[in-house]
């Protein structure tokens, strides 16, 4: 049986592991498509803006991780009882989003200065 869901990125976890957290959560099939690196040259010409994640789902392709994840969470009743948890839901991945980014500063400044 095939899924309604496919999720393309690379093999690791990267910025698709909290989608897979959102599928394996709510029960849902899905398609965990990793693309090989030597693959990727190829697979690249034919993604939304040359990046992954992407999710395909009815014939329809979207990329940007937290926009799929989202969607998924809010498909999937993910999303909180209210709006105000909603909020907090969508601050939670803003701060996890500002956390990565002072973690890559920080790896970029140890490593090149
Ligand atoms: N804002 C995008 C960024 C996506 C992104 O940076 N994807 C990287 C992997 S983490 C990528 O596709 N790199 C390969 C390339 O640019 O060729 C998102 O959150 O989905």
Redesign the pocket.
């Known amino acids: 049986m095939t899924s309604d869901y496919k999720l393309i990125y690379?093999n690791a976890r990267?910025?698709a592991e909290h989608i897979r957290f959102i599928f394996a959560y709510a029960g849902v099939d899905y398609e965990d498509c990793r693309v090989p690196k030597e693959k990727?040259p190829e697979t690249?010409k034919s993604m939304p803006f040359?990046?992954?994640?992407v999710l395909e789902y009815e014939g329809r392709t979207v990329?940007?991780?937290?926009a799929i994840a989202r969607y998924l969470a809010k498909k999937f009743d993910l999303t909180g009882r209210d709006e105000w948890e909603a909020l907090e839901c969508d601050a939670l991945v803003d701060t996890l989003s500002d956390l990565k980014q002072s973690k890559s500063q920080l790896y970029i400044y140890l490593h090149i200065f």
């Open positions: 690379f990267g910025k990727w690249k040359g990046m992954v994640p990329g940007q991780s937290n």
